[in-house]
């Protein structure tokens, strides 16, 4: 039954006969209520449209990839939160009692996996992550009943004493992750990581066009993002990119990086030195009950403090003395420490921006390394340390 306010017969019957209307309008049908819109879809030749932008797509892609190629990237995995969470997934499924290694950069890009077991027989479990104090980690692995292995733990001032957690979202998200997440990490590092070299959030197109010399506000100085610093492997061995070797204008930004937090202002939490004393005795507090509770399970757990040099290490020294952090931290706890500046076989390695070992010395320093560690941790089996040579 025809409605009060159009019919099918007023459509057809205004539907003008132009060629190549796009659709019907109030002014095709004069005195005629507006009925739902009709868009025509002319004819094209749909098989090459879709053939060329598939080719246009893979000629954009091709010139991203050589773009980033050029500029000395290869391919390699992510550090993820979803690859964190696979190597952490391996301690609740029959791995609990292997070595683990957390910390932040320092340990994720010093440390050298394949060269630890090769020392040892053993290959930790690499939970180290960037820009992130160890602490959520370490009260992670304290609740965890299923770790009873032993455990090593980075200390880099700057962040473990402040509490700073960057990526500290890692281990909620291992705990919350959904099965499709799974599977979207499982299909990343097997169809796109070993592949792709600009799959890396530093060279995505987004920030890739932020980082753009753009005017800035008078009186502002944009703050410099971290640039890509390390190259990782499929369970999370990481080294030091070869690039802050090799470019001095690549390493000159990094300094420039770590540089911009020498001269600001101290956060609003730790503007004064009442203030400092109160966020550093926190994360101590925190470490203590953590190893407490590690150490009732027979886990044992030693401190290490890597190497910094320059106006990193100056600046570490000036804001957070060894004084009060380290030395604070290894009475309160009781566990072992291992530093850097307490031992010769620690000290003189290349760092290119200050910070981090470069990766052709990183293999060196694992093996000074190990057996410090060894010998602060429960004694060694005889097949351990079969080999100190590099």
Same mark, same amino acid.
């Given at each position: 039954?025809?409605?009060?306010?159009?019919?099918?017969?007023?459509?057809?019957?205004?539907?003008?006969?132009?060629?190549?209307?796009?659709?019907?309008?109030?002014?095709?049908?004069?005195?005629?209520?507006?009925?739902?819109?009709?868009?025509?879809?002319?004819? #094209?030749?749909? @098989?090459?449209?879709?053939?060329?932008?598939?080719? $246009?797509?893979?000629?954009?892609?091709?010139?991203?990839?050589?773009?980033?190629?050029?500029?000395?990237?290869?391919?390699?995995?992510?550090?993820?939160?979803?690859?964190?969470?696979?190597?952490? @997934?391996?301690? *609740?499924?029959?791995?609990?009692?292997?070595? &683990?290694?957390?910390?932040?950069?320092?340990?994720?890009?010093?440390? #050298?996996?394949?060269?630890?077991?090769?020392?040892?027989?053993?290959?930790?479990?690499?939970?180290?992550?960037?820009?992130?104090?160890?602490?959520?980690? $370490?009260?992670?692995?304290?609740?965890?009943?299923?770790?009873?292995?032993?455990? &090593?733990?980075?200390?880099?001032?700057?962040?473990?004493?402040?509490?700073?957690?960057?990526?500290?979202?890692?281990?909620?998200?291992?705990?919350?992750?959904?099965?499709?997440?799974?599977?979207?990490?499982?299909?990343?590092?097997?169809?796109?990581?070993?592949?792709?070299?600009? *799959? =890396?959030?530093?060279?995505?197109?987004?920030? &890739?066009?932020?980082?753009?010399?753009?005017?800035? @506000?008078?009186?502002?100085?944009?703050?410099?993002?971290? @640039?890509?610093?390390?190259?990782?492997?499929?369970?999370? *061995?990481?080294?030091?990119?070869?690039?802050?070797?090799?470019?001095?204008?690549?390493?000159?930004? /990094?300094?420039?990086?770590? /540089?911009?937090?020498?001269?600001?202002?101290?956060?609003?939490?730790?503007?004064?030195?009442?203030?400092?004393?109160?966020?550093?005795?926190? #994360?101590?507090?925190? /470490?203590?009950?953590?190893?407490?509770?590690?150490?009732?399970?027979?886990?044992?757990?030693?401190?290490?403090?890597?190497?910094?040099?320059?106006?990193?290490?100056?600046?570490?020294?000036?804001?957070?003395?060894?004084?009060?952090?380290? =030395?604070?931290?290894?009475?309160?706890?009781?566990?072992?420490?291992?530093?850097?500046? =307490?031992?010769?076989?620690?000290?003189?390695?290349?760092?290119?921006?200050?910070?981090?070992?470069?990766?052709?010395?990183?293999?060196?320093?694992?093996?000074?390394?190990?057996?410090? &560690?060894?010998?602060?941790?429960?004694?060694?089996?005889? /097949?351990?340390?079969?080999?100190?040579?590099?």
């Amino acid at each position: 039954m025809p409605s009060s306010i159009s019919s099918s017969d007023e459509t057809s019957s205004a539907q003008p006969l132009r060629a190549g209307f796009v659709r019907l309008t109030a002014a095709d049908r004069p005195g005629v209520a507006q009925p739902v819109p009709v868009r025509d879809i002319p004819v #094209q030749p749909w @098989r090459w449209i879709w053939i060329g932008a598939a080719v $246009l797509a893979l000629l954009l892609t091709g010139a991203w990839e050589w773009q980033w190629r050029a500029y000395g990237v290869t391919p390699g995995y992510r550090n993820s939160n979803g690859e964190w969470a696979m190597q952490r @997934r391996r301690i *609740d499924q029959g791995e609990g009692g292997k070595t &683990v290694l957390i910390g932040s950069s320092r340990v994720l890009f010093d440390v #050298q996996l394949t060269q630890w077991q090769r020392l040892t027989g053993e290959r930790p479990i690499q939970l180290a992550m960037e820009g992130t104090s160890p602490l959520p980690m $370490l009260e992670d692995l304290a609740a965890d009943p299923n770790f009873k292995g032993r455990l &090593v733990v980075g200390v880099a001032p700057l962040l473990f004493f402040t509490g700073y957690a960057y990526r500290g979202d890692v281990v909620p998200y291992t705990h919350k992750q959904t099965p499709s997440q799974k599977i979207g990490n499982w299909l990343s590092m097997h169809l796109i990581e070993p592949w792709l070299a600009f *799959d =890396d959030p530093d060279f995505a197109l987004a920030t &890739v066009v932020k980082r753009q010399a753009w005017p800035a @506000r008078d009186g502002t100085h944009p703050y410099i993002a971290v @640039r890509k610093l390390a190259d990782t492997g499929a369970d999370r *061995d990481t080294h030091m990119w070869t690039k802050l070797q090799t470019d001095a204008g690549y390493r000159a930004l /990094a300094r420039r990086i770590w /540089a911009q937090q020498f001269h600001r202002p101290p956060p609003p939490n730790m503007d004064t030195p009442a203030k400092q004393r109160t966020v550093v005795d926190e #994360q101590i507090r925190r /470490a203590v009950v953590a190893v407490a509770t590690l150490r009732a399970r027979g886990v044992q757990v030693v401190f290490v403090r890597p190497p910094s040099i320059g106006p990193f290490h100056a600046f570490e020294e000036k804001v957070l003395p060894r004084a009060q952090t380290w =030395d604070v931290l290894l009475r309160r706890t009781g566990a072992p420490g291992i530093h850097f500046e =307490d031992h010769p076989q620690l000290r003189g390695y290349e760092q290119p921006e200050w910070s981090h070992i470069a990766a052709t010395d990183a293999r060196r320093f694992t093996t000074a390394l190990v057996p410090l &560690v060894e010998g602060q941790l429960a004694p060694a089996p005889p /097949a351990r340390l079969a080999s100190t040579k590099p």
